[in-house]
């Protein structure tokens, strides 16, 4: 059977936060396997391939079924891909500050570079920033909820602001669930998940920041979980003022076309 819900982006906004949330709540059903990519990189593969993911033995007792794969607010052919066989689907999406964003993933791709030769451990944010495009383009949000918004209706639509998700997860999963449909009085025992870690206050950022050990305990990688903890006890630098402004000039038309978009002021954002 196929899901009806997917949590589509964006990179380093919370998916896997409120994906490990999701799975752990009884009327979800998620595969243990978070990122499917099957609309951006295994398309070619066939329904069939998709439908294995979601065994209707498995999937019969709950009341949603889904998938997170947060490249998928990235491509500009995936929401007519996902209409063409899931017209009623609901779709879920985490926002993010742009600027904060690509901040985030510079950092998450120094921490988790394979070697200290390797050349996202050499390049400063902003020579990356030159070096890999997608860092700023990935941040202009307006341009890749579009083609969601116009073919399906707003309503089947859940966009979610990753400094909200932090301040007040429980009210912000509430949402969530009751966008679902399911059970929305249920808490996650991993609900508070770094909550409490220098990220979620705004400006204050630490690698790796929307992961934690607690999640990589439950899903048994205590090894990551203690390079998480090394690399999160580090305050990273800020970033340069400069910088941020360079970047917020490039951001902010985008932001107030999102604003409208969404009847929803986003001023913290610039």
């Known amino acids: 059977m196929l899901p009806n819900f997917l949590v589509i982006g964006g990179n380093r906004c919370g998916t896997t936060r409120i994906a490990q949330n999701l799975r752990l709540h009884p009327e979800i059903y998620m ?104 860092l700023i383009e990935q941040g202009f949000y307006d341009a890749e909820l579009r083609d969601y918004y116009e073919l399906f209706p707003k309503e089947n639509i859940l966009i979610l602001i990753y400094e909200e998700t932090v301040r007040n997860p429980v009210a912000e999963f509430k949402r969530i669930y009751e966008f679902l449909g399911v059970d929305p009085n249920v808490v996650s025992p991993i609900l508070d998940v770094r909550i409490n870690s220098a990220a979620s206050k705004l400006g204050k950022y630490r690698a790796l920041d929307l992961v934690s050990k607690a999640f990589y305990r439950v899903i048994k990688i205590p090894a990551l979980a203690k390079r998480i903890d090394d690399i999160n006890a580090r305050q990273l630098p800020e970033m340069s003022p400069k910088t941020r402004e360079s970047l917020r000039q490039k951001y902010v038309s985008s932001i107030s076309n999102l604003e409208q978009m969404l009847n929803k002021n986003l001023s913290f954002w610039v």
């Open 31 to 134: 595969p243990s396997k978070k990122e499917l990519h099957f609309f951006d990189k295994d398309f070619g593969k066939g329904w069939d391939y998709y439908e294995s993911y979601f065994p209707e033995e498995k999937c019969r007792s709950h009341k949603a079924i889904g998938e997170a794969t947060p490249a998928y607010i990235y491509k500009p052919d995936i929401a007519q891909l996902i209409k063409s066989r899931m017209p009623d689907v609901k779709l879920i999406a985490s926002l993010r500050n742009p600027i904060d964003r690509a901040y985030s993933q510079y950092w998450n791709l120094v921490a988790t570079a394979p070697s200290e030769g390797h050349i996202n451990k050499r390049l400063t944010f902003e020579e990356k920033l030159d070096f890999t495009p997608s």
